[in-house]
Nanobody, 117 residues
Framework: QVQLVESGGGLVQPGGSLRLSCAAS????????MGWYRQPPGKQRELVAS?????????VHSVMGRFTISRDRDNTKNTVYLQMNSLQPEDTAVYYC?????????WGQGTQVTVSS
């Protein structure tokens, strides 16, 4: 059974940084594209960043230059990271990881990121 466990969220002031981690288990994620999604309060979940098995990355425009997605180098630890810098209040959301595919796995609990002074 696939499990996705996100961690690293918290409360941070505008301009601050956080590093999120996602531990994926129960399947081989070595050759799939992994993504970080977020769901702001009252809004739909959106993909904010993704990374292919080969290391190619995608970012939604609003986080370009501020967020960096990475994954363990040899893709064996099934761990994906999201380094978030220059955080802004509009980044407040629950952050989730999952594969990037038409059909995704069941969502984990996510990790709350709150940006507020």
């Amino acid at each position: 059974q696939v499990q996705l466990v996100e961690s690293g969220g918290g409360l941070v002031q505008p301009g601050g940084s956080l590093r999120l981690s996602c531990a994926a288990s129960g399947s081989s994620f070595r050759f799939v594209t992994m993504g970080w999604y977020r769901q702001p309060p009252g809004k739909q979940r959106e993909l904010v960043a993704s990374i292919t098995s080969g290391g190619n990355t995608y970012y939604v425009h609003s986080v370009m230059g501020r967020f960096t997605i990475s994954r363990d180098r040899d893709n064996t630890k099934n761990t994906v990271y999201l380094q978030m810098n220059s955080l802004q209040p509009e980044d407040t959301a629950v952050y989730y990881c999952n594969i990037v595919s038409r059909t995704v796995y069941d969502w984990g609990q996510g990790t709350q990121v709150t940006v507020s002074s």
